[in-house]
Protein backbone atom coordinates (compact mmCIF):
# COMPACT_ATOMS: atom_id res chain seq x y z
CA UNK A 1 0.00 0.00 0.00
CA UNK A 2 1.55 3.19 -0.99
CA UNK A 3 -1.90 5.77 0.34
CA UNK A 4 -5.21 6.16 -0.75
CA UNK A 5 -6.14 8.30 -3.94
CA UNK A 6 -9.19 10.42 -4.92
CA UNK A 7 -10.34 8.69 -7.98
CA UNK A 8 -11.49 11.93 -9.28
CA UNK A 9 -8.30 14.39 -9.41
CA UNK A 10 -5.60 12.03 -8.15
CA UNK A 11 -4.78 13.38 -5.21
CA UNK A 12 -3.65 11.18 -2.18
CA UNK A 13 -4.09 11.17 1.24
CA UNK A 14 -2.49 9.12 4.15
CA UNK A 15 -3.34 5.43 5.11
CA UNK A 16 -6.15 6.12 7.42
CA UNK A 17 -9.86 5.65 8.13
CA UNK A 18 -10.95 8.08 5.44
CA UNK A 19 -13.36 7.64 2.23
CA UNK A 20 -13.79 11.08 0.55
CA UNK A 21 -11.80 13.57 -0.81
CA UNK A 22 -11.55 17.11 0.67
CA UNK A 23 -11.45 18.85 -2.52
CA UNK A 24 -13.87 17.21 -4.60
CA UNK A 25 -15.44 14.35 -3.08
CA UNK A 26 -14.53 11.65 -5.06
CA UNK A 27 -13.79 8.33 -3.68
CA UNK A 28 -10.54 7.34 -2.60
CA UNK A 29 -9.01 3.99 -3.27
CA UNK A 30 -6.25 2.18 -2.55
CA UNK A 31 -2.98 2.49 -4.88
CA UNK A 32 -0.07 0.16 -4.82
CA UNK A 33 3.78 -0.17 -5.30
CA UNK A 34 3.60 -2.68 -7.80
CA UNK A 35 7.38 -2.46 -9.25
CA UNK A 36 7.64 -3.73 -5.51
CA UNK A 37 4.89 -6.44 -5.45
CA UNK A 38 5.68 -7.49 -8.98
CA UNK A 39 9.44 -8.71 -7.23
CA UNK A 40 7.81 -11.20 -4.57
CA UNK A 41 4.51 -12.32 -6.50
CA UNK A 42 5.21 -14.77 -8.30
CA UNK A 43 2.80 -17.65 -9.71
CA UNK A 44 5.60 -20.15 -7.84
CA UNK A 45 4.88 -18.11 -4.40
CA UNK A 46 0.93 -17.52 -4.75
CA UNK A 47 0.93 -21.57 -5.25
CA UNK A 48 2.81 -22.23 -2.06
CA UNK A 49 0.65 -20.57 0.27
CA UNK A 50 -2.50 -21.41 2.06
CA UNK A 51 -5.35 -21.55 -0.21
CA UNK A 52 -7.11 -18.50 1.33
CA UNK A 53 -7.99 -14.84 -0.04
CA UNK A 54 -4.86 -14.16 1.65
CA UNK A 55 -2.09 -15.75 -1.18
CA UNK A 56 -2.86 -12.60 -2.77
CA UNK A 57 -1.78 -10.28 0.52
CA UNK A 58 0.49 -8.10 -1.50
CA UNK A 59 -2.37 -7.05 -3.34
CA UNK A 60 -4.76 -6.66 -0.69
CA UNK A 61 -4.76 -3.35 2.00
CA UNK A 62 -3.14 -4.36 5.54
CA UNK A 63 0.47 -3.21 6.64
CA UNK A 64 1.15 -6.68 8.51
CA UNK A 65 -0.01 -10.17 8.27
CA UNK A 66 -4.18 -10.14 8.10
CA UNK A 67 -5.33 -10.83 11.79
CA UNK A 68 -9.20 -11.31 10.55
CA UNK A 69 -10.59 -14.26 8.09
CA UNK A 70 -7.34 -15.75 7.50
CA UNK A 71 -9.74 -19.10 6.56
CA UNK A 72 -11.73 -17.06 4.05
CA UNK A 73 -12.12 -16.96 0.14
CA UNK A 74 -10.27 -19.58 -2.49
CA UNK A 75 -13.72 -21.37 -2.80
CA UNK A 76 -15.15 -23.67 -5.38
CA UNK A 77 -15.21 -22.52 -9.59
CA UNK A 78 -16.79 -25.84 -11.12
CA UNK A 79 -17.06 -26.46 -14.81
CA UNK A 80 -21.18 -26.51 -15.08
CA UNK A 81 -21.79 -28.30 -18.24
CA UNK A 82 -25.81 -29.26 -17.35
CA UNK A 83 -25.94 -25.51 -16.80
CA UNK A 84 -23.93 -24.49 -19.69
CA UNK A 85 -25.99 -26.31 -21.89
CA UNK A 86 -29.34 -25.12 -20.53
CA UNK A 87 -28.22 -21.76 -21.10
CA UNK A 88 -27.18 -22.45 -24.25
CA UNK A 89 -23.46 -21.89 -24.26
CA UNK A 90 -20.41 -23.82 -25.19
CA UNK A 91 -18.52 -23.32 -21.51
CA UNK A 92 -19.99 -22.10 -18.05
CA UNK A 93 -18.18 -21.72 -14.55
CA UNK A 94 -20.11 -21.15 -11.56
CA UNK A 95 -17.55 -19.51 -8.91
CA UNK A 96 -19.43 -20.57 -5.70
CA UNK A 97 -19.23 -18.03 -3.47
CA UNK A 98 -22.51 -19.54 -1.49
CA UNK A 99 -19.77 -21.62 0.26
CA UNK A 100 -17.85 -19.04 1.32
CA UNK A 101 -16.37 -19.13 4.96
CA UNK A 102 -17.72 -18.18 7.47
CA UNK A 103 -21.14 -16.97 6.84
CA UNK A 104 -21.78 -18.06 3.23
CA UNK A 105 -21.60 -15.46 0.94
CA UNK A 106 -18.57 -12.96 -0.96
CA UNK A 107 -18.96 -10.74 1.84
CA UNK A 108 -16.26 -12.48 4.12
CA UNK A 109 -13.70 -11.45 1.32
CA UNK A 110 -14.45 -7.70 2.16
CA UNK A 111 -15.02 -8.04 5.53
CA UNK A 112 -12.22 -10.03 6.40
CA UNK A 113 -9.57 -6.90 5.13
CA UNK A 114 -11.61 -4.26 6.63
CA UNK A 115 -11.70 -6.02 9.95
CA UNK A 116 -8.31 -6.82 9.67
CA UNK A 117 -7.12 -3.06 8.49
CA UNK A 118 -9.62 -2.08 11.56
CA UNK A 119 -7.25 -3.77 14.46
CA UNK A 120 -4.56 -2.30 12.79
CA UNK A 121 -5.73 1.50 13.06
CA UNK A 122 -6.68 0.43 16.46
CA UNK A 123 -10.38 0.02 16.37
CA UNK A 124 -12.43 -1.44 19.19
CA UNK A 125 -15.85 -1.52 17.46
CA UNK A 126 -16.71 -2.07 14.10
CA UNK A 127 -20.12 -1.47 12.18
CA UNK A 128 -21.58 -1.28 8.65
CA UNK A 129 -24.53 -0.28 6.99
CA UNK A 130 -26.16 -3.77 4.97
CA UNK A 131 -28.63 -5.22 2.76
CA UNK A 132 -28.20 -8.54 5.04
CA UNK A 133 -24.74 -10.03 4.05
CA UNK A 134 -22.60 -7.85 4.94
CA UNK A 135 -24.46 -7.19 8.66
CA UNK A 136 -23.51 -11.54 8.98
CA UNK A 137 -20.01 -11.33 7.79
CA UNK A 138 -19.23 -8.05 10.12
CA UNK A 139 -21.02 -9.75 12.89
CA UNK A 140 -19.70 -13.33 12.90
CA UNK A 141 -16.14 -11.70 12.13
CA UNK A 142 -15.93 -9.22 14.77
CA UNK A 143 -16.76 -12.12 17.37
CA UNK A 144 -14.11 -14.21 16.29
CA UNK A 145 -11.70 -10.93 16.40
CA UNK A 146 -13.42 -9.96 19.79
CA UNK A 147 -13.86 -6.91 18.53
CA UNK A 148 -17.46 -5.21 18.70
CA UNK A 149 -19.99 -4.51 16.45
CA UNK A 150 -22.71 -2.60 15.53
CA UNK A 151 -25.05 -3.69 12.35
CA UNK A 152 -27.45 -1.41 10.56
CA UNK A 153 -29.96 -3.50 8.30
CA UNK A 154 -34.10 -2.61 6.84
CA UNK A 155 -36.07 -3.77 8.98
CA UNK A 156 -37.48 -5.79 6.72
CA UNK A 157 -34.95 -8.20 5.64
CA UNK A 158 -35.61 -11.88 5.36
CA UNK A 159 -35.38 -13.47 8.66
CA UNK A 160 -32.60 -16.38 7.56
CA UNK A 161 -30.15 -12.73 6.89
CA UNK A 162 -31.63 -11.03 10.33
CA UNK A 163 -30.72 -14.47 12.94
CA UNK A 164 -27.59 -14.69 11.43
CA UNK A 165 -26.31 -11.30 12.36
CA UNK A 166 -28.20 -12.06 15.85
CA UNK A 167 -26.96 -14.99 16.42
CA UNK A 168 -22.73 -13.62 17.39
CA UNK A 169 -23.82 -11.28 19.69
CA UNK A 170 -23.67 -8.17 17.88
CA UNK A 171 -26.00 -5.29 17.97
CA UNK A 172 -28.62 -5.36 15.26
CA UNK A 173 -30.06 -2.66 14.45
CA UNK A 174 -33.40 -2.50 12.75
CA UNK A 175 -34.21 0.97 10.11
CA UNK A 176 -37.79 1.29 9.22
CA UNK A 177 -36.81 2.27 5.45
CA UNK A 178 -34.86 1.19 2.31
CA UNK A 179 -30.97 0.51 2.29
CA UNK A 180 -30.57 4.48 1.10
CA UNK A 181 -32.01 5.23 4.24
CA UNK A 182 -29.97 3.13 6.60
CA UNK A 183 -26.57 3.78 4.24
CA UNK A 184 -27.31 8.02 4.80
CA UNK A 185 -27.89 7.39 8.59
CA UNK A 186 -24.59 5.92 9.15
CA UNK A 187 -22.74 7.74 7.39
CA UNK A 188 -23.89 10.23 9.97
CA UNK A 189 -23.25 7.92 12.71
CA UNK A 190 -19.64 7.23 11.83
CA UNK A 191 -19.29 11.35 12.03
CA UNK A 192 -20.02 10.79 15.36
CA UNK A 193 -19.23 7.77 16.93
CA UNK A 194 -15.23 7.19 16.02
CA UNK A 195 -15.81 3.53 15.12
CA UNK A 196 -14.51 1.64 12.10
CA UNK A 197 -17.91 1.95 9.43
CA UNK A 198 -16.64 -0.88 7.12
CA UNK A 199 -18.18 0.26 4.32
CA UNK A 200 -18.26 4.34 5.27
CA UNK A 201 -14.68 5.41 6.79
CA UNK A 202 -13.20 1.97 6.23
CA UNK A 203 -14.82 1.85 2.23
CA UNK A 204 -11.55 2.14 0.34
CA UNK A 205 -10.14 -0.91 2.31
CA UNK A 206 -13.38 -2.85 2.18
CA UNK A 207 -13.66 -3.12 -1.38
CA UNK A 208 -10.31 -3.73 -1.91
CA UNK A 209 -11.21 -7.38 -0.42
CA UNK A 210 -13.51 -7.66 -3.88
CA UNK A 211 -10.71 -8.44 -6.19
CA UNK A 212 -9.70 -11.61 -4.85
CA UNK A 213 -12.81 -13.12 -5.84
CA UNK A 214 -11.05 -12.33 -9.77
CA UNK A 215 -7.41 -13.56 -9.02
CA UNK A 216 -8.81 -16.76 -7.67
CA UNK A 217 -11.00 -16.88 -10.69
CA UNK A 218 -8.16 -16.20 -12.89
CA UNK A 219 -5.78 -18.92 -10.97
CA UNK A 220 -8.21 -21.40 -11.05
CA UNK A 221 -8.21 -21.10 -14.84
CA UNK A 222 -4.87 -21.65 -15.24
CA UNK A 223 -3.75 -18.16 -15.22
CA UNK A 224 -6.39 -17.00 -17.82
CA UNK A 225 -8.75 -14.06 -17.61
CA UNK A 226 -12.50 -15.50 -18.91
CA UNK A 227 -14.09 -13.86 -21.91
CA UNK A 228 -17.33 -13.44 -19.77
CA UNK A 229 -17.93 -12.50 -16.00
CA UNK A 230 -21.10 -11.82 -14.99
CA UNK A 231 -21.56 -9.85 -11.96
CA UNK A 232 -24.53 -9.17 -9.56
CA UNK A 233 -25.03 -5.53 -8.71
CA UNK A 234 -25.88 -3.94 -5.51
CA UNK A 235 -23.63 -0.72 -5.14
CA UNK A 236 -21.67 -1.79 -8.40
CA UNK A 237 -18.01 -2.20 -6.19
CA UNK A 238 -18.04 -6.07 -6.84
CA UNK A 239 -17.74 -5.29 -10.43
CA UNK A 240 -15.46 -2.70 -10.86
CA UNK A 241 -13.21 -4.75 -8.60
CA UNK A 242 -13.39 -7.58 -10.30
CA UNK A 243 -12.15 -5.87 -13.17
CA UNK A 244 -9.41 -3.87 -11.12
CA UNK A 245 -8.17 -7.88 -10.13
CA UNK A 246 -8.13 -8.78 -13.79
CA UNK A 247 -6.12 -5.39 -14.79
CA UNK A 248 -3.90 -6.36 -11.58
CA UNK A 249 -2.97 -9.72 -12.77
CA UNK A 250 -2.09 -8.43 -16.35
CA UNK A 251 0.12 -5.92 -14.97
CA UNK A 252 2.15 -7.85 -13.17
CA UNK A 253 2.64 -10.60 -15.58
CA UNK A 254 1.04 -12.74 -13.96
CA UNK A 255 -1.77 -13.53 -16.71
CA UNK A 256 -2.00 -12.56 -20.75
CA UNK A 257 -3.25 -9.41 -21.87
CA UNK A 258 -6.51 -10.86 -23.71
CA UNK A 259 -9.88 -10.00 -24.26
CA UNK A 260 -12.52 -9.91 -21.74
CA UNK A 261 -16.04 -8.88 -20.85
CA UNK A 262 -17.76 -7.60 -17.36
CA UNK A 263 -21.41 -7.66 -17.36
CA UNK A 264 -23.57 -6.61 -15.01
CA UNK A 265 -26.34 -8.20 -13.53
CA UNK A 266 -29.71 -6.36 -11.47
CA UNK A 267 -32.98 -6.93 -10.42
CA UNK A 268 -35.59 -5.61 -12.20
CA UNK A 269 -37.37 -4.07 -8.95
CA UNK A 270 -33.88 -2.13 -8.49
CA UNK A 271 -32.30 -1.68 -11.78
CA UNK A 272 -30.75 1.98 -11.61
CA UNK A 273 -27.63 0.73 -13.41
CA UNK A 274 -28.92 -1.90 -15.55
CA UNK A 275 -31.38 0.80 -17.11
CA UNK A 276 -28.86 3.42 -17.36
CA UNK A 277 -26.61 1.25 -18.97
CA UNK A 278 -29.18 -0.43 -21.44
CA UNK A 279 -30.09 3.48 -22.54
CA UNK A 280 -26.47 4.28 -22.92
CA UNK A 281 -26.08 6.79 -20.49
CA UNK A 282 -23.08 7.10 -18.23
CA UNK A 283 -24.96 8.57 -15.42
CA UNK A 284 -27.61 6.59 -13.30
CA UNK A 285 -31.34 7.38 -11.50
CA UNK A 286 -31.40 6.89 -8.10
CA UNK A 287 -34.74 4.31 -7.73
CA UNK A 288 -36.90 2.96 -5.23
CA UNK A 289 -36.41 -0.74 -4.70
CA UNK A 290 -39.23 -3.69 -5.06
CA UNK A 291 -37.67 -6.92 -5.15
CA UNK A 292 -36.89 -10.30 -4.14
CA UNK A 293 -33.54 -9.83 -4.49
CA UNK A 294 -33.12 -7.86 -1.17
CA UNK A 295 -29.03 -8.27 -0.96
CA UNK A 296 -28.64 -6.24 -3.88
CA UNK A 297 -31.64 -3.44 -3.75
CA UNK A 298 -29.57 -0.17 -3.34
CA UNK A 299 -31.24 2.50 -4.94
CA UNK A 300 -28.62 5.19 -4.95
CA UNK A 301 -25.59 2.89 -5.77
CA UNK A 302 -22.13 4.61 -4.67
CA UNK A 303 -20.12 2.99 -7.27
CA UNK A 304 -22.90 3.42 -10.04
CA UNK A 305 -21.20 5.71 -12.43
CA UNK A 306 -17.19 3.49 -11.77
CA UNK A 307 -19.78 -0.12 -12.77
CA UNK A 308 -20.61 1.72 -15.78
CA UNK A 309 -17.92 2.98 -16.84
CA UNK A 310 -15.97 -0.79 -16.81
CA UNK A 311 -19.03 -2.24 -18.57
CA UNK A 312 -18.41 0.02 -21.29
CA UNK A 313 -14.71 -0.19 -21.22
CA UNK A 314 -14.43 -3.44 -21.50
CA UNK A 315 -17.67 -4.07 -24.04
CA UNK A 316 -19.52 -5.66 -21.17
CA UNK A 317 -24.07 -5.53 -21.01
CA UNK A 318 -25.86 -5.20 -18.45
CA UNK A 319 -29.74 -6.40 -17.96
CA UNK A 320 -32.09 -7.00 -15.26
CA UNK A 321 -34.68 -9.68 -14.61
CA UNK A 322 -38.02 -9.97 -12.74
CA UNK A 323 -39.11 -11.55 -9.49
CA UNK A 324 -40.17 -14.90 -11.10
CA UNK A 325 -37.20 -14.86 -13.38
CA UNK A 326 -34.80 -14.52 -10.36
CA UNK A 327 -36.41 -17.81 -8.79
CA UNK A 328 -36.50 -19.90 -12.26
CA UNK A 329 -32.70 -18.91 -12.03
CA UNK A 330 -32.10 -19.83 -8.37
CA UNK A 331 -34.27 -23.36 -8.87
CA UNK A 332 -32.24 -23.82 -12.87
CA UNK A 333 -28.75 -23.47 -10.77
CA UNK A 334 -30.30 -26.11 -8.01
CA UNK A 335 -31.40 -28.62 -10.90
CA UNK A 336 -28.55 -28.66 -12.99
CA UNK A 337 -25.77 -28.30 -10.54
CA UNK A 338 -27.04 -29.02 -7.22
CA UNK A 339 -26.25 -25.58 -5.74
CA UNK A 340 -28.50 -23.61 -3.95
CA UNK A 341 -28.13 -19.62 -4.41
CA UNK A 342 -29.77 -17.00 -2.40
CA UNK A 343 -31.74 -14.77 -4.58
CA UNK A 344 -28.49 -12.38 -5.63
CA UNK A 345 -27.36 -16.35 -7.62
CA UNK A 346 -30.79 -16.07 -9.26
CA UNK A 347 -30.36 -12.62 -11.06
CA UNK A 348 -26.84 -13.84 -12.20
CA UNK A 349 -28.12 -17.09 -13.63
CA UNK A 350 -31.08 -14.91 -14.99
CA UNK A 351 -29.39 -12.54 -16.73
CA UNK A 352 -26.86 -14.31 -18.27
CA UNK A 353 -29.47 -16.67 -19.92
CA UNK A 354 -30.98 -13.31 -21.46
CA UNK A 355 -27.28 -11.88 -22.22
CA UNK A 356 -26.81 -15.29 -24.42
CA UNK A 357 -30.25 -15.91 -25.65
CA UNK A 358 -29.90 -12.35 -27.05
CA UNK A 359 -26.18 -13.13 -28.75
CA UNK A 360 -24.45 -10.36 -26.36
CA UNK A 361 -22.80 -13.42 -24.98
CA UNK A 362 -21.38 -15.81 -28.45
CA UNK A 363 -22.90 -18.90 -27.45
CA UNK A 364 -19.65 -20.14 -28.69
CA UNK A 365 -17.24 -18.22 -25.87
CA UNK A 366 -17.03 -19.47 -21.95
CA UNK A 367 -18.53 -17.40 -19.27
CA UNK A 368 -17.92 -17.34 -15.23
CA UNK A 369 -20.81 -16.66 -13.20
CA UNK A 370 -20.24 -14.79 -9.85
CA UNK A 371 -22.31 -16.93 -7.32
CA UNK A 372 -22.30 -14.74 -4.32
CA UNK A 373 -23.99 -15.40 -1.64
CA UNK A 374 -26.64 -18.99 -0.36
CA UNK A 375 -30.16 -20.14 -0.73
CA UNK A 376 -30.47 -21.02 2.88
CA UNK A 377 -30.46 -17.24 3.85
CA UNK A 378 -33.42 -16.38 1.46
CA UNK A 379 -35.78 -19.32 2.08
CA UNK A 380 -38.68 -16.91 2.10
CA UNK A 381 -38.05 -15.62 -1.49
CA UNK A 382 -38.50 -19.76 -2.88
CA UNK A 383 -40.88 -21.09 -0.30
CA UNK A 384 -44.24 -21.77 -1.60
CA UNK A 385 -42.88 -21.65 -4.99
CA UNK A 386 -40.93 -25.18 -5.11
CA UNK A 387 -43.83 -27.64 -4.52
CA UNK A 388 -44.54 -29.44 -1.31
CA UNK A 389 -43.20 -32.89 0.10
CA UNK A 390 -45.96 -35.80 -0.87
CA UNK A 391 -47.31 -37.18 2.84
CA UNK A 392 -47.97 -40.26 3.33
CA UNK A 393 -48.68 -43.13 6.05
CA UNK A 394 -45.47 -45.24 6.93
CA UNK A 395 -47.27 -48.30 4.86
CA UNK A 396 -45.89 -49.51 1.72
CA UNK A 397 -49.04 -50.08 0.67
CA UNK A 398 -49.47 -46.28 0.27
CA UNK A 399 -45.89 -45.70 -0.95
CA UNK A 400 -47.19 -48.14 -3.60
CA UNK A 401 -50.47 -46.56 -4.51
CA UNK A 402 -48.68 -43.21 -4.57
CA UNK A 403 -46.32 -44.52 -7.21
CA UNK A 404 -48.55 -45.69 -9.45
CA UNK A 405 -50.91 -42.73 -9.47
CA UNK A 406 -47.84 -40.65 -10.39
CA UNK A 407 -47.31 -42.78 -13.51
CA UNK A 408 -50.29 -42.33 -14.40
CA UNK A 409 -50.12 -38.51 -14.25
CA UNK A 410 -46.77 -39.06 -15.95
CA UNK A 411 -48.98 -40.62 -19.26
C1 LIG B 1 -23.46 -7.25 -1.43
C2 LIG B 1 -23.76 -8.31 -2.40
C3 LIG B 1 -23.47 -8.20 -3.79
C4 LIG B 1 -22.93 -6.99 -4.52
O1 LIG B 1 -22.45 -5.98 -3.81
P1 LIG B 1 -21.82 -4.62 -4.38
O2 LIG B 1 -22.37 -3.59 -3.46
O3 LIG B 1 -22.27 -4.42 -5.80
O4 LIG B 1 -20.36 -4.78 -4.26
C5 LIG B 1 -23.73 -9.30 -4.58
N1 LIG B 1 -24.27 -10.42 -4.09
C6 LIG B 1 -24.56 -10.56 -2.78
C7 LIG B 1 -25.17 -11.84 -2.33
C8 LIG B 1 -24.32 -9.52 -1.90
O5 LIG B 1 -24.62 -9.68 -0.60
ZN1 LIG C 1 -10.28 14.56 -5.37
Redesign the pocket.
Same mark, same amino acid.
Given at each position: MKALK #?R????EYPLTATHV #?E??F?PLEVAYDYDRIKRSMTKAAIQSRPQSMWRYRELLPVANDPTVGLQVGFTPLIKTDRLAKNLGIREAWVKNDAVNYPTLSFKDRVVSVALSRSKELGFDTVACASTGNLANSVAANAASAGLKAYVFIPSDLEQGKIVNSLIYGAHVIGIKGHYDEVNRLCAEIAGKFGWAFVNVNMRPYYAEGSKSLAYEVVEQLGWRVPQHTVVPMASGSLLTKIQKGYQELIKLGLTHETEYHVHGAQATGCSPISVAHKAGLDFFKPVKPDTIAKSLAIGTPADGFYALRVMKETGGAADDVTDGEIREGMSLLAETEGIFTETAGGVTVGVAKKLIASGKIPANDSVVLCITGNGLKTLDAVNGHVGKPREIKPSLREFEAMMAQEEKMAV
Open positions: #CECGR #CFDG
